[in-house]
């Protein structure tokens, strides 16, 4: 088992930034990629970005490309989402998860979710 835990989360206006941090623990060393999804009120959970632990190879969603960066400390287990130039539709609850499979957007792939963290962008 893989315990996830999303910090960072909170309101600031658009244009402006927001540092996500997710904490890795437990059954780590199988964690083949990690990634961020979010799902705003009403909506589905939607694929935002995702890494590969040993090599850092990235993904990203047409929608955050060009504003948001996906990174990962692997002597501390965590994972960031820098996210710059946020707009109003960027709210949501955004949510942490690992693959022990693959790096992909499909939710699917992923088998350790977080509790997720709100992210609110006013105009």
């Known amino acids: 088992q893989v315990q996830l835990e999303e910090s960072g989360g909170g309101s600031v206006q658009a244009g402006g930034s927001l540092r996500l941090s997710c904490a890795a623990s437990?059954?780590?060393?199988?964690?083949?990629?990690m990634g961020w999804f979010r799902q705003a009120p009403g909506k589905e959970r939607e694929f935002v970005t995702a890494?590969?632990?040993?090599?850092?190879?990235?993904r990203y969603a047409d929608s955050v490309k060009g504003r948001f960066t996906v990174s990962r400390d692997k002597a501390k287990n965590t994972m960031y989402l820098q996210m710059s130039s946020l707009k109003p539709e960027d709210t949501a609850v955004y949510y942490c998860a690992a693959s022990n499979r693959g790096i992909g957007g499909d939710a699917r792939l992923y088998e350790f979710w977080g509790q997720g963290t709100q992210v609110t962008v006013s105009s």
């Open positions: 437990g059954r780590t060393f199988s964690t083949n990629a």
């Open positions: 890494i590969t632990w040993s090599w850092g190879i990235t």
